[in-house]
């Protein structure tokens, strides 16, 4: 597409697409070294199914200006990967929009480290690049992925599936992405990095999803906070979530953060970014459910239970509903 | 995702998805409203595959601040599935990424024509939103678009596929993207607005492109350039591309600027915007082509040939290589 401004002919964009992103797809049949103006995705079985999902991050809104680009491109790349997991897919590759600041003093440098960073996590996850755009931009680093996915047809989980009776369920721990960005920023101190590590580095739970394709009702990932995903459950499906807060899995970091900062329990439950499975079952499903996680070893708790009526409500150690006073969670505008 | 930054309450990002993006995927099942993590592709039959493409805009890179946002949604939109049509694919839907900036003082007023546009193109080109994600932003409004179409297998068109004795061909007439942008800049006379139109609301040959899947050997869309574009089948083809300038199909619009500007000439061959399909074929396939144009009622002109040897030779009425001045066509940096 022609353009309104000036380039700078210090990087030519096929030159970038041949150093940094083709060896990102070598792997991935149908993509042609990126040469092409589509790439084709494998024929699948018939008893299977693609899942599509997207997401962006912005310089500044989602991630800090100092924080590392390897990391940055590998969160971007982690919170798609985690949407996928909430559907129970099977991760098989993305597509990459990388939006770069045209001042920018040494693109290559972080288009490298982004690089770095997919190479890294394309082998964690087994998954490979497909397609991509590059552009300039004269605001701030932007990254857009969609990410393709594959689960057995009419298999994914849905944020719509809970009924009343079922048990309420969240893998690992939660609070740590929120109590992160407050080390990530100073605010915490930083005898915490291991939280800071996880704000930077969730750690999508697709083996889970997978395994829960066959055992969950509902699923959501925990990206915007505890309460505000619950809700999305509780409103799609049109039931009431309740939340054992006392049952809620935290991790030693942030239970000693707690402990000096009581100002801070709440963040828990509506600060996000942890990426952990918020999933519904049935009661009899409990023997899979714990299989699942000694298999995986990840830990996995039963946080509360599906009701008839609407909303979420978090309920103290005596069974008394809190009043939370701070927002339940993140939305973007 | 958390952020960084305080937000702006006057708007939700789940009301913006319910109320301008929710309808626009209404006819596509397996999107769920846009309410769950993901969207389900819909099974395909067992000769066909899907192809994927990605493109990204940017103000003041891609379109001017000016421009209105109805236009520039499906500007976007329809550079994607120009994509498609190049690879011979049906479109069948798309993702949507919208950054927004924070400061704008009217968002909604924006995304309702952003939707507007869309839903205006949708019904055009039978096609539908299946994902998506908005976010916030300091930059630039920034728009990146995944667009899903369907081939049958093996019959999508490459750039690759070109081969010493056939044909190069191209559709529609070229050059009035590049000088509808000078008009649009108020560098040309506005009596020439219907190339300005032409450079905002681009008219992918989709219909085209699927017939030349059964037709054609190697194609690109004229994006950045024809020669730009042209260099790319010569160069994956491991081919030479003769152009014979004399033969270049332009508008009586686009005639008359040059018959007053001579100097704007080379913007034909190096401008780019136009989305025409350039393609090579087989001189034997010269009746099927002429036959599809007739039928889609598109002007399809022989413009040259494919040779032993590499890249791209433009000759002028006497059979001599023109040397051209400026750079052969737009890279993004």
């Known amino acids: 597409m022609n353009t309104l401004s000036k380039k700078n002919d210090l990087i030519d964009e096929f030159d970038i697409i041949a150093k940094f992103f083709t060896p990102l797809a070598k792997d991935a049949p149908g993509t042609f070294g990126l040469l092409e103006d589509a790439a084709i995705l494998p024929t699948i079985d018939s008893h ?5 999902t997207v997401e962006s991050i912005v310089c500044n809104v989602h991630f800090l200006p100092n924080d590392p680009f390897e990391l940055i491109a590998r969160k971007a790349l982690r919170v798609t990967l985690s949407d996928l997991a909430a559907m129970g897919a099977k991760p098989y590759g993305y597509t990459l ?3 770069l600041n045209r001042d920018l003093s040494d693109s290559c440098y972080l288009l490298e480290k982004v690089s770095h960073g997919l190479t890294i996590d394309q082998a964690e996850f087994g998954i490979h690049l497909i397609g991509g755009d590059s552009v300039s931009t ?8 969609t990410a393709f996915g594959i689960t057995n047809k009419a298999k994914a989980l849905r944020r719509s599936a809970a009924m009343p009776g079922q048990d309420l369920w969240i893998s690992g721990t939660i609070g740590d992405g929120a109590l992160g ?10 005898q915490y990095s291991d939280l800071a590590g996880r704000y930077r580095l969730p750690q999508p739970r697709i083996s889970l999803g997978c395994r829960l394709s066959e055992i969950a009702a509902a699923a959501i990932d925990v990206s915007d906070g505890l309460i ?27 239970s000693r953060i707690i402990a000096d900062h009581s100002e801070m ?61 701070i927002e339940p969670g993140w939305t973007h505008f």
């Open 97 to 99: 929009t990388i939006a």
């Open 228 to 254: 505000l995903d619950a809700s999305h459950i509780a409103n799609q499906s049109k039931c009431r979530l309740v939340i054992d807060g006392g049952a809620l899995p935290i991790s030693e970091s942030v």
């Open 181 to 190: 960005l407050q080390v990530a920023k100073g605010i915490l101190s930083k």
């Open 48 to 52: 299977q199914e693609w899942v599509v």
């Open 138 to 145: 004269d605001g701030p680093i932007t990254l857009a992925i």
């Open 265 to 325: 329990f709440e963040l828990i439950l509506t600060g996000g970014d942890d990426y952990e499975l918020l999933f519904t079952a049935e009661p009899e499903a409990i023997q899979k459910i714990k299989q699942a996680g000694y298999e995986l070893d990840i830990p996995i708790t039963r946080i509360g239970r599906v009701d008839s009526g609407e909303g979420v409500d978090v309920l103290d150690h005596n069974g008394i509903k809190l009043n939370l006073l």
